[in-house]
């Protein structure tokens, strides 16, 4: 029994990392399993790229107005039944061909959609405005460990045993998660809280990182969907490496989110700037010499250092902001970063055929750069 109201925060955090671990494995498996799926229900890569696509409009699209619509119910209860719906529909879309899985994507990324509405803000809630930073970092390393975790070993489950396996491991994950969720968070009401708004209201701050995150995450993910094939074609590794490389990605992933949490309770302005940079860099980078082995596995690390830190930084920002509700004013942060997953798999997805892979991180990097531009024109006041 927990009797340490402290303790029993710190564990209910623990359970929305698991929860946003199950989240971001399932939205990017496709991304290791993309000739695996292919193979077994019978479409090209490309299509199986959509899962991606779909998945993120859907986020994008019914972010705030489910939000709006689910705003009054007590968040322990929320929670709970968005996990239920993972786990439900997550099981239920492996038991056919691609339609099934592609529509039982959907009806999880409606979950998605409003979990990471409100997530953010409820463990925010459960800890002092002092820490909000690293408690937000925290949360969005419950997806870095998908990097490092889940998906490497969700991919090589999926190669082992079929993607389907691959699939039912995660939403038992997502079990355990709604379990914990609905046993520790406290029943609070959304108006309730410290992180109910934002700490520093300014309409301007938060709709130039709205734009940003929508630029940078377009390009980010131009690239990212479709790694697979890169590091196969323009690198040479063998497909057996895929997975390897991912684990190194997400490795370099957690001290990338730990940085972030710190930073983002010091410096804010700092703490979204660097990784926007670093990400530029490397992916330009990667388009000039990815066909350099060595040189591919640095980059791909540095590259996994920096992208954790977009979602953790910038949704502290959201955070600090946010010129009214945090509820509302994360959905379309979530709904913008889910435009950007979609918009840039769609991007990669129209090129990979005709210009070839490696023209994705050329068009990834010019987007990432155009996001620091963006950020750049804030006002220097912290």
């Known amino acids: ?30 991304v290791g399993l993309l000739s695996v799926i292919a193979g077994d229900v019978g479409v090209s890569e490309s299509t199986v790229g959509l899962l991606v696509t779909g998945y993120g409009l859907t986020v994008a699209i019914v972010s705030l107005p489910l939000t709006h619509l689910v705003r009054r119910i007590p968040r322990r209860y929320l929670l ?83 993607w389907r396996a691959a699939f039912l491991a995660v939403a038992g994950l997502g079990l355990l998660a709604l379990i914990g969720v609905a046993v520790l968070l406290p029943t609070t009401s959304p108006q309730d809280g410290n992180a109910a708004t934002g700490s520093a209201p300014d309409r301007r701050r938060y709709w130039t990182i709205i734009a940003a995150t929508t630029v940078a995450i377009t390009g980010v993910f131009g690239a990212y969907t479709y790694i697979s094939p890169f590091l196969t074609d323009v690198s040479g590794f063998a497909p057996r490496t895929v997975s390897v490389l991912l684990l190194v990605y997400g490795l370099a992933g957690l001290g990338g989110v730990a940085a972030s949490g710190i930073l983002s309770d010091r410096a804010p302005r700092v703490a979204t700037l660097a990784p926007v940079v670093i990400l530029t860099a490397t992916l330009f980078a990667l388009y ?57 798999a769609l991007i990669g997805g129209l090129l990979l055929p005709h210009t070839g892979v490696r023209s994705t991180f050329l068009t990834a990097g010019a987007l990432t750069f155009a996001a620091l531009l963006i950020l750049l024109s804030e006002p220097r006041k912290p």
């Open 1 to 30: 029994m927990i009797d340490s109201a402290a303790t029993r925060s710190v564990v209910a955090l623990g359970a929305l990392m698991v929860a946003a671990f199950s989240f971001f494995t399932v939205e990017m498996l496709p």
């Open 80 to 162: 709970s039944g968005l996990l239920a719906v993972f786990v439900a529909s997550t099981a239920v879309s492996v038991t056919g061909g691609y339609r099934l899985l592609l529509g039982g994507r959907l009806v999880t990324a409606l979950a998605q959609a409003v979990f990471w509405a409100v997530a953010a803000p409820a463990a925010a809630s459960l800890f002092s405005p002092q820490v909000r930073g690293r408690v937000t970092a925290a949360l969005i390393g419950g997806g870095s460990l998908a990097s490092v975790l889940g998906v490497p070993s969700a991919t090589w489950l999926g190669q082992q045993a079929g």
């Open 288 to 344: 000039l010499f990815g066909a350099g082995q060595a040189a591919t596995v640095a980059l791909i690390a540095l590259w996994g250092f920096a992208m954790p830190q977009i979602p953790a930084t910038f949704q502290s920002r959201v955070l600090q902001v946010a010129p009214g509700s945090t509820d509302n004013a994360s959905a379309v942060f979530s709904a913008m970063f889910n435009v950007g997953i979609a918009s840039g």
